[in-house]
C-alpha cells in the first residue's frame, strides 16, 4: 500500500498541474480570443437571469370560428328581351316582307329618312329587302301619259301610333303581320314602286301574294289610284283600279311563277295617284313569297281586280273587313 500512495501523489499533482496549465495557458481559456498581435479581449457570455415570480402568462384564446353565413342563391335576373322589330324569321326567301325591320329605338322604332332629292324630303324607305323608287315630276306616271306633279310620302306606320281597331285583328286593321305597316300616300299625281330580286333554284314554281289597301277620300275616278304587282315584268293582271280594289279595303296581288334559267325573281309593286288635289292612301303589308304547292297566303282576303270599263261605283265593301292572318 504504500508503494502505491507513493504513485498516488504524484499523479494528483499532475493532474492538478495539467489543470492549472490548461487554466492559465493565454488562448486556451474559454471567453478571451487573441490576435496575432497577442492582445487578448475577453468575451463575456450573456447571463440569463430568470426572473423571480413571472406571472404564468394567461393562455390566449383562440378565437372562436365565426359561422360562414350561408350562402343565399341570388336569383337570376331575366331579362325582359326588348322588342325588336325586325324582319320575322320564315321560310320565306322575300326580305322585310312585312316591314318589320327597322332600328329599335327605347321605345319605338327608327328608320333612316331621306334627305332630299327625287325620293322626297323626309321619306322613309325600308330599311332592307326593298328598294324605293318614284317618278321624277315632269316624267309619265307607269302605262300612262297622265305626268308626275310630284312624289309621295312614304312611312311606316307603328302600331302604338294607331287606333286599336287598326291593329293587327283589328275590325279596320292596318297591319296584317307584326307591328309595322307601310303606308305611300300624297295628294299630287305621283307614282312609286318597291322592287326586290330574290334568288331562287331554276325552274322551281313560287307564288307571290301582296296585300294592298287604299283609301279614296271619295275620288269619283274609278281610276284616280291604281296598284299593280309584277315578276319578272309580268303582272298578275294590268292594273288594279281604285273602285275595283274597294274603298278602306285589302284585296291582294297574287302572282305564280315558274322560276327562269338565271335563277332570279325581280318583284316589283307599283302604285299611282292619278288626280292633282285628290289625297290617296296606300297601305301594303305581309308581302309574302312561298312555294306554289303551299296554301296561299291571306285566303280571307279577295284578289285585286282590274276594273271594268263603265264601273259605277266602289267594290262594294264586305260585311265583317276584320282581318287574321
Ligand atoms: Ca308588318
Not at 359561422?67 to 325588336?84: A, E, G, M, S, V
Not at 327597322?102 to 321605345?107: N, R
Not at 301619259?145 to 293587327?168: I, R
Not at 289625297?279 to 305581309?286: C, P, S, T, W, Y
Request: charged content about 20%.
Amino acid at each position: 500500500m504504500r508503494k502505491n500512495g507513493l504513485l498516488v501523489y504524484p499523479i494528483a499533482g499532475l493532474l492538478l498541474w495539467l489543470l492549472l496549465l490548461h487554466i492559465s495557458a493565454p488562448g486556451q481559456r474559454e471567453g478571451s480570443s487573441i490576435y496575432a498581435d497577442g492582445t487578448e479581449e475577453n468575451r463575456y457570455f450573456p447571463i440569463i437571469f430568470v426572473p423571480e415570480n413571472t406571472p404564468t402568462p394567461e393562455p390566449t384564446l383562440t378565437p372562436t370560428p365565426t359561422l360562414t353565413p350561408t350562402l343565399t342563391l341570388t336569383p337570376t335576373l331575366t331579362l325582359t328581351p326588348t322588342p325588336t322589330a325586325t324582319n320575322t324569321p320564315d321560310s320565306s326567301p322575300l326580305i322585310n316582307g312585312s316591314f318589320e325591320a327597322c332600328i329599335q329605338g327605347e321605345d319605338k322604332c327608327d328608320w333612316p329618312t331621306i334627305p332630299g332629292g327625287e325620293l322626297g324630303q323626309g321619306n322613309q324607305p325600308p330599311l332592307t329587302g326593298w328598294d324605293l323608287s318614284m317618278v321624277p315630276p315632269g316624267e309619265a306616271l307607269y302605262d300612262s301619259s297622265d305626268k308626275a306633279t310630284g312624289v309621295c310620302e312614304c312611312v311606316h306606320k307603328e302600331q302604338q301610333n294607331l287606333p286599336p281597331d287598326e291593329w293587327l285583328g283589328g275590325p279596320k286593321a292596318l297591319i296584317l303581320e307584326g307591328k309595322v305597316t307601310y303606308k305611300l300616300f300624297g295628294n299630287t299625281i305621283w307614282g312609286s314602286e318597291l322592287s326586290q330580286s330574290v334568288d331562287l333554284p331554276p325552274g322551281s314554281e313560287w307564288r307571290l301574294t301582296v296585300p294592298i289597301q287604299v283609301h279614296l277620300h271619295g275620288d269619283g275616278d274609278p281610276y284616280g289610284a291604281e296598284s299593280s304587282a309584277r315578276v319578272n315584268g309580268k303582272p298578275d293582271i294590268h292594273w288594279a283600279n281604285g273602285w275595283a280594289m274597294g274603298d278602306q279595303e285589302w284585296c291582294k296581288h297574287e302572282i305564280t311563277f315558274t322560276v327562269p334559267e338565271h335563277g332570279r325573281a325581280d318583284i316589283s309593286v307599283r302604285v299611282k295617284n292619278k288626280w292633282q288635289g285628290k289625297n290617296k292612301d296606300f297601305f301594303i303589308d305581309d308581302i309574302s313569297l312561298s312555294p306554289a304547292d303551299e296554301a296561299a297566303a291571306h285566303p280571307e282576303m279577295d284578289r285585286c281586280i282590274q276594273g271594268q270599263t263603265g264601273i259605277q261605283q266602289y267594290r262594294e265593301n264586305k260585311s265583317s273587313s276584320r282581318i287574321v292572318k
